[in-house]
């Protein structure tokens, strides 16, 4: 290997001052109708009023709006440039360990204070709150990467942040709930005995583990049932993806400089956030007609809500709370084997994202488990940077890509989101080596089982 110059930039940076001051809503330029969420109680669409009681006025604007794009508040800005703008990268030492034809780029969001792109939005959605008088957030996380954006963007804008951590990360990944204590959040494993649908799950079943969708009936209940205290959600809703576009804004002004469009946009989907946030800024290219770019959309096959699931309405939760979106889902009351992946664990899939998947923009794609932590560990030697298990469901299927396009002597340009870094997740690599992961497919006949219920 060669000691010299490398000969191409293998780091892309914006200046502080490049940093896009607006988000992209891509409601604007779909080609197709909206469905509306409907009301849980009554079916109807619901209106502004319904989640007033969970979220800020601007929010639900930012929900339903047709506005191309958004103003980000000068304190968001501030905000994000605690570490925005984030490095893109040519991974050159990828491309020649695969011996392939075509070029690797990625956008690195670990660098931010919890690791991932979950701040994003959480310092949006902090600073809305704080400005309409919110005193208190609470929250649901899974593995605990949503909580603690939450933890430190509610210390950023002085606001108390309740978490709801589901119970079997609460004991087995005791880090990620250090750092929301060190940002000030109060955090409790679900089901809790704070809320009603806590104790009627844990008189249920008193050894109750807990689910993405049990924590997210707590954190609404909660708010539902407290005057000075607000929802908050770090994936799926509309405002939570265009939150995210800031990522794909800003990788078009850095591949634009190296010069490299990319053919293939790619990323990890649990929610479908980080996802949106780098693809829909080169969406909108293609929606407009001006581009032929691929998006791939890659979950675990232990949690295959676009490659498997069915496309209706359903609950975003356990308890029936939150309003039905139309959505890619496994049926609201799925709950996932314990891959290390906790952020893809979701039952559903952001409604825009379900949308775009079934008008044909967005492919999507399912791994095991195991040949995903191969491409991480294959990625982290060629590299150098740890990726989430989350993250290296992205990485498997560029890995794929990129050795497809060798084998059929084509020379793509693939662009991926890396969301976040895996060094709190060294125990799933400690698990890698052992041996000790196990491939969990879920059986057709369990789906239908899920689904057929709805
Ligand atoms: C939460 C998380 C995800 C999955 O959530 P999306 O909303 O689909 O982006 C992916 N990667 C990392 C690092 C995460 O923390």
Not at 122 to 128: D, E, I, K, N, S
Not at 246 to 268: F, H, T, W, Y
Not at 344 to 372: C, K, N, T
Request: net charge negative; hydrophobic share 40%.
């Amino acid at each position: 290997m060669s000691i010299h110059a490398p000969e191409v930039a293998n780091k892309i940076l914006l200046d502080e001052g490049e940093m896009p001051k607006r988000w992209y809503n891509i409601q604007a330029d779909l080609p197709f109708p909206g469905s509306p969420p409907l009301h849980p109680g009554t079916k109807e669409p619901i209106g502004p009023q319904d989640l007033a009681p969970l979220f800020p006025m601007e929010l639900i604007k930012q929900e339903v709006s047709q506005e191309r794009y958004i103003d980000i508040p000068s304190p968001v800005q501030d905000a994000l440039r605690l570490w925005r703008p984030t490095p893109l990268m040519r991974a050159s030492r990828l491309e020649r360990e695969l011996k392939t034809t075509a070029k690797i780029y990625y956008k690195y969001e670990g660098v931010s204070p919890a690791g991932s792109h979950k701040p994003n939005t959480a310092v949006a959605q902090a600073f809305y709150n704080k400005a309409e008088g919110t005193k208190r957030l609470s929250t649901e996380t899974g593995a605990g990467q949503w909580g603690s954006a939450l933890a430190f963007a509610t210390k950023l804008f002085d606001l108390e942040c309740m978490v709801y951590m589901v119970r079997i990360s609460y004991e087995q990944k005791p880090y990620r709930k250090s750092m929301m204590h060190v940002w000030g959040a109060e955090v409790v494993p679900s089901p809790s005995d704070r809320t009603q649908v806590g104790r009627r799950i844990r008189a249920e079943n008193p050894e109750s583990t807990g689910s993405l969708g049990i924590a997210i009936s707590e954190a609404v209940e909660d708010a539902a049932t407290r005057d000075d205290t607000k929802y908050s959600l770090g994936s799926v809703l509309n405002h939570v993806l265009m939150h995210q576009t800031i990522i794909g804004e800003e990788a078009l002004l850095q591949m634009e400089r190296a010069e490299a469009m990319p053919d293939i946009v790619v990323g990890c989907v649990g929610g479908g956030s980080n996802f949106s946030g780098l693809a829909f800024p080169f969406l909108r290219d293609r929606l407009q007609g001006r581009t032929k770019t691929r998006f791939l959309a890659a979950e675990p096959e232990a949690c295959p809500s676009i490659t498997r699931g069915k496309y209706t309405y359903d609950f975003g939760d356990t308890g029936e709370m939150t309003p039905l979106v139309k959505m890619h889902t496994l049926g609201h009351s799925f709950i996932p084997d314990g891959i290390h992946a906790g952020g893809l664990r979701y039952h559903g899939m952001a409604p825009l994202v379900s949308a775009l998947v079934d008008h044909g923009y967005i492919e999507g794609v399912a791994y095991p488990q195991r040949s995903v932590f191969d491409a991480a560990v294959q990625f982290a030697r060629a590299e150098g940077t740890i990726p989430a298990p989350e993250t290296a469901h992205a990485i498997r299927a560029v890995i794929d890509e990129a050795v497809k396009a060798r084998e059929r002597g084509e020379s793509p340009t693939i662009l991926f989101n890396f969301s976040g870094h895996g060094l709190l997740d060294l125990a799933a690599y400690d698990a890698y080596f052992a041996g000790t992961l196990s491939d969990v497919t879920l059986s057709q006949a369990r789906i239908q089982e899920l689904v057929g219920a709805l």
